[in-house]
Each structure stands twice: as structure tokens, then as C-alpha cells.
T-cell receptor
């Protein structure tokens, strides 16, 4: 029944490692997003895909690479993890251009801690 | 400088009190959304306002969109401990695609 799911929920890793976060939505939405929420709870968009096509790519280091194998899945791979990457990463989906309001449905988040 | 200024950042009140959260910008939005986030979970959409001057009510929560579609407010009447959480406003900058979020208001309602 879960609308937007993410794995893993928690990720603790060492600096320099490479890690991936996976996201799936079963809402039939065309657009998916990755957001980063910092320790002050500020939520900032990182990437957006519409029907597997990258449409938003904010100022994010090249170490972050999103991939959308199909419109129901959006993964985030992070290379050479740094301390500053520690945050909660949220996946979200919306009807995108099909809806003029762009309402977002968020996953439960992945708390990434880089040691 | 944030595109959407949200205030206050933190609010701690007693059960039964009223409160208002503000979201202001110099930019015009095609719509403005309010979300509520509980610890360990993702934000959940509460309401979307679209028309300048629009007022929407959700039980004890009243949402208003400014006439010029640059600002919004959330008013909670007789707050309950279950209202505790992080409230986020988000403006739709362009038609579709991208939301800009305010910094959030952490609300704590004490019983």
C-alpha cells in the first residue's frame, strides 16, 4: 500500500565510500524528485525526472548521480561521500505536468550519516 | 537569502491557544502548498491554495493565500498536542515541475 518507498531508512558509512539510495512509487506519477533536508530542516530540491528524463538538476556536486530506470523508480548514487553529505534524503513524486499544482508525495526519507 | 521566508521558526504554546504561521516572498507563485512533517517521516501535504485571496479550512486549520499570490498564512485555532510537528510552506515557481520550500516552523503544543 506504500505510495512512495525508499531504501534504506538509515545509512551509516565512512567518508570516501560510495552508496546508493533507492526509491519507488506506485502512484502512477510521471515526475519524481530527490530532496535533501539538512540539520536545520531546510528542504532543498536536488533533481527531478519526468518520464525517465532529467528535467531539474540543481547545483549539486557531480558526486551525486541520479538514475531513473523507469518512471516508477528513481535512484541516487553518491560517490566519495563527505561529512557534509550527512542529511536526510527524501524521494517524492507528483503528477508533474499533468497537474498544474505540482503537489508532492514524499517517501519516509533516508537518514545518511557519514563518519 | 531564501525565496520564501517563513516565520516564526519555532513556536511552543499551550494546548488550546491559537497561532499563526506566515510565509512571505517578493515572488509570485502559481500555487502555494502547506505540508506537515512529523519526526522520522516525510512531509505530508495539507492543502494547496491557488487563487489570490483564497481561504481554505481544514478542521481547526485555516489557510490563506495573499491577494497578490506572494504570501500565505496558516492559522490554527485551539491547538492540540497532535498538531505538534514541522510545518512547511512551498511555492510553485513555474507552471509544474519545481517547488521552493520555506525554512519551516517547528510547532510544539504542550498539554
Amino acid at each position: 500500500d506504500t505510495a512512495v518507498s525508499q531504501t534504506p531508512k538509515y545509512l551509516v558509512t565512512q567518508m570516501g565510500n560510495d552508496k546508493s539510495i533507492k526509491c519507488e512509487q506506485n502512484l502512477g506519477h510521471d515526475t519524481m524528485y530527490w530532496y535533501k533536508q539538512d540539520s536545520k530542516k531546510f528542504l532543498k530540491i536536488m533533481f527531478s525526472y519526468n518520464n525517465k528524463e532529467l528535467i531539474i538538476n540543481e547545483t549539486v556536486p557531480n558526486r551525486f548521480s541520479p538514475k531513473s530506470p523507469d518512471k516508477a523508480h528513481l535512484n541516487l548514487h553518491i560517490n566519495s561521500l563527505e561529512l557534509g553529505d550527512s542529511a536526510v534524503y527524501f524521494c517524492a513524486s507528483s503528477q508533474g505536468r499533468a497537474s498544474s499544482y505540482n503537489e508532492q508525495f514524499f517517501g519516509p526519507g533516508t537518514r545518511l550519516t557519514v563518519l | 537569502t531564501q525565496l520564501l521566508e517563513q516565520s516564526p521558526q519555532f513556536l511552543s504554546i499551550q494546548e488550546g491557544e491559537n497561532l499563526t504561521v506566515y510565509c512571505n516572498s517578493s515572488s509570485v507563485f502559481s500555487s502555494l502548498q502547506w505540508y506537515r512533517q512529523e519526526p522520522g517521516e516525510g512531509p505530508v501535504l495539507l492543502v494547496t491554495v491557488v487563487t489570490g485571496g483564497e481561504v481554505k479550512k481544514l478542521k481547526r486549520l485555516t489557510f490563506q493565500f495573499g491577494d497578490a499570490r506572494k504570501d500565505s498564512s496558516l492559522h490554527i485555532t485551539a491547538a492540540q498536542p497532535g498538531d505538534t510537528g514541522l510545518y512547511l510552506c512551498a511555492g510553485d515557481m513555474e507552471y509544474g515541475n519545481k517547488l521552493v520550500f520555506g525554512a519551516g516552523t517547528i510547532l510544539r503544543v504542550k498539554s
